[in-house]
């Protein structure tokens, strides 16, 4: 398993930035590709954006590409979210996660989680 803590966020204006950060340890963190879900009260927890261990493979979903950009520091043991442009969609509890597969958009397909970190945005 994967200890994962996330970090950054907020509550900021629709048209805003938040950064997410996610620190891991325990198992291998580099091995791992990770991801970041988001659930909103009353909706399903989605899938926002994943990267492969090597940094080198990213994913998103439609309705933040080009907005959020997802990124991962090995060094550091730790994968960022910067979130551009944010709207009032947005807002959600915020969660990353590790799997040893390539990114899903399943959460299913993920072995840790972390406590999740609220984004909320305001019209």
């Known amino acids: 398993q994967v200890q994962l803590v996330e970090s950054g966020g907020g509550l900021v204006q629709a048209g805003g930035s938040l950064r997410l950060s996610c620190a891991a340890s325990?198992?291998?963190?580099?091995?791992?590709?990770m991801g970041w879900f988001r659930q909103a009260p009353g909706k399903e927890r989605e899938f926002v954006a994943g990267?492969?261990?090597?940094?080198?493979?990213?994913f998103y979903a439609d309705s933040v590409k080009g907005r959020f950009t997802i990124s991962r520091d090995n060094a550091k043991n730790a994968v960022y979210l910067q979130m551009n442009s944010l709207k009032p969609e947005d807002t959600a509890v915020y969660y990353c996660?590790?799997?040893?597969?390539?990114?899903?958009?399943?959460?299913?397909?993920?072995?840790?989680w972390g406590q999740g970190t609220q984004v909320t945005v305001s019209s």
């Open positions: 990267i492969r261990w090597s940094g080198h493979g990213t």
């Open positions: 996660a590790a799997t040893s597969l390539d990114p899903s958009l399943s959460a299913g397909e993920y072995h840790s």
């Open positions: 325990g198992r291998a963190f580099r091995d791992q590709a």
